[in-house]
């Protein structure tokens, strides 16, 4: 069983920031250096939805509503998965995942606990 441990989470206030971090377990099913990684999120009442991805090659790509104000990037030495959040808004509110992508973006690893943000306003 895989566990994605995702943490730094927090109550900060609109236009704050934050940084996330996600350790992935050493596993058999994968080297972590070859993996594409995503931060995803869930606001209450919603779907979750993709934030961002890094590539192994280091590639990154953001969905409109983060970009320009998220970074991704990950430290495969540590396998570990981070996510930069500056200028927040109270519509980042949500539980933020990370998890592992295949190449439709389609999540692989169960879901671990996840990281609250909570950006007042």
């Known amino acids: 069983q895989v566990h994605l441990v995702e943490s730094g989470g927090g109550l900060v206030q609109a236009g704050g920031s934050l940084r996330l971090s996600c350790k992935t377990p050493r596993t058999i099913l994968s080297v972590f250096r070859a993996d594409d990684m995503a931060w995803y999120r869930q606001a209450p009442g919603k779907q979750r939805e993709l934030v961002a991805v890094i590539s192994s090659g280091f590639t990154t790509t953001y969905s409109d509503s983060v970009k320009g104000r998220f970074t991704i990037s990950r430290d495969n030495g540590k396998r570990m998965v981070y996510l930069q959040m500056n200028s927040l808004k109270s519509e980042d509110t949500a539980v933020y995942y990370c998890?592992?992508?295949?190449?439709?973006?389609?999540?692989?690893?169960?879901w671990g606990q996840g990281t609250q943000v909570t950006v007042s306003s």
């Open positions: 998890n592992r992508v295949n190449v439709e973006n389609t999540a692989l690893y169960p």
